[in-house]
């Protein structure tokens, strides 16, 4: 008797998608999600390899606006901002755009005691976090070709992260039936432990990979991003462009100081962390001014402050105080990176993307097996 031949079922088709989606892009997926496991810790990873900078108190230290005459003096550019420190054994950062080019600005860091600049740290890891970043982004090619084919194989990732949730769930579901795809039969031959480390470390992981997969294609596709903030209801990465514009009216009171203008953050904010300082510009008159409170379980959220040159305070922001909408979207960054809770969330995205890394080998190396089994 010849046996039936199965049907083509919905099943049969998810796992094909599946199976040539994966083949067709696991080498993309690999470099780019072995880059991201590198650039979880890119931070960290950095000040292993760099000469920590570290100032000794010595009386007090000297004004913020005798500092910033200095850097005005010594470098030459727009100086655009100072971070000043909750920690007194740490230098000031002044941010100056050294030339039109340059879009974020070079940093230069002062002794605030001895007002002597600092030379900048130079990490040996650097180059080697620069290559994991390209690889990430544009898998080392031009960013208008590079940029679209890490967008598309990110979407291949995700359509692979829902089917293979699908596929992870037994024909019948039970729970007699679904425990094994919990746990790795270590005792097992290597094909049976190869099956498990892509079954069940995909199942685990599956979360965090769409998360970072939703939130990455942000960086790809200026689309997405525009369709993505007409979901949540407000502009991703909104306040790229300087943000909107807030009128000073001109009064005959005299225009505050540096100091005052920290003073004023800090009666406002009562709370310790690092605050940052935007100065007043030609097109913006006023300070626009964040303080991060050093008690948070967040390290990325601040409290926003914008004073004008007299002193008044034009807008008073709590991070946590925002709409749920705009708390996610100003968060986008973090989010993807695993930066969002610090620590704990970094070690949560290194383990996921090591699992992500290893998805394409463990699931290429099933499919050899199955080929190798039809062949006999």
Known sequence: ???????????????????????????????????GTFLTFEHE???????????TPSGEAKSVSELTALI???????????????EANQPYEFTVKTNPKDRRG??????????????????????????????HRWIMLEVPVGRPIVGIATIIFLILSVSGIVLWFPKKVKWKNMKSGFKIKTNANWK?????????????????????????????????????????GTKVF?????????????????????????AITNKEFDFEGDTRVSFPSKKNKFYSISKYNKSSFSPVTADALTLDIY????????????????RIASLIKPIHTGQIFGLFSQILYFLACLIATSLPITGTLIWLNKMKKKKK
Request: glycine fraction near 10%; aromatic fraction near 10%.
């Open 238 to 262: 909104g306040n790229r462009g300087g943000g909107p514009a807030i009128e000073v009216k001109a009064q005959d009171s005299k225009t505050i100081t540096l100091e005052e203008a920290v």
């Open 72 to 86: 005005n003096e010594s470098v030459e550019g727009e100086l655009t901002r100072v971070t000043l420190p909750a």
């Open 1 to 35: 008797m010849t046996k039936k031949k199965k049907k083509y079922g919905i099943r049969k088709f998810i796992n094909d998608i599946h199976l040539w989606l994966g083949i067709g892009s696991g080498i993309i997926l690999f470099l780019v999600c072995l880059s």
């Open 311 to 326: 002193g008044n305070v034009l807008k008073k922001e709590y991070f946590n105080d925002k709409p749920l909408n705009v």
């Open 192 to 232: 049976r432990v190869n099956h498990d480390l892509h079954n069940t470390l995909g199942f685990y992981a599956c979360i965090f990979i769409v998360i970072m997969g939703l939130t990455g294609l942000c960086w790809s596709f200026e689309g997405y991003r525009d369709g993505l903030s007409a979901v949540i």
């Open 45 to 55: 990873i950095k000040d292993i390899f760099t000469e920590k900078m570290v100032v």
């Open 106 to 135: 070079s940093a230069f860091y002062v002794n605030p005691y001895t007002a002597e600049i600092l030379k900048a740290p130079k990490s040996s890891a650097d180059g080697f976090m620069m290559f994991m970043f390209r690889m």
